[in-house]
């Protein structure tokens, strides 16, 4: 069993930044790649980004790229994600999840255990 929290969400100006954090407990923390996906109200669930298990590769959706860095601390058992240039689209609730394996994906079929999500408002 692995669980995950979410942290950070908030409410912030366009152009501002916030970083989302994801803690997790379980499962050897090391030995899975994490990602994080986002969802907006009446949307589907969207890839962000994601990092391997030991943070020597990342990957992000085209929509972030440039403005988010998502990184790991593998000794505090975190993944964050530090959001710059924050636009009114990037609204949504943001969720970070386990995956399957070491090396993660954008599709989420590839993960299988999520937290239970932090909201992000970015105001124009």
Do not use: H
């Amino acid at each position: 069993q692995v669980q995950l929290v979410e942290s950070g969400g908030g409410l912030v100006q366009a152009g501002g930044s916030l970083r989302l954090s994801c803690a997790a407990s379980g499962r050897t923390f090391s030995s899975y790649a994490v990602g994080w996906f986002r969802q907006a109200p009446g949307k589907e669930r969207d890839f962000v980004a994601a990092i391997n298990w030991s943070g020597g590769a990342t990957y992000y959706a085209d929509s972030v790229q440039g403005r988010f860095t998502i990184s790991r601390d593998n000794v505090k058992n975190t993944v964050y994600l530090q959001m710059n240039s924050l636009k009114p689209e990037d609204t949504a609730v943001y969720y970070c999840a386990k995956s399957r394996g070491l090396r993660p994906g954008p599709s989420i079929n590839e993960y299988d255990y999520w937290g239970q999500g932090t909201q992000v408002t970015v105001s124009s």
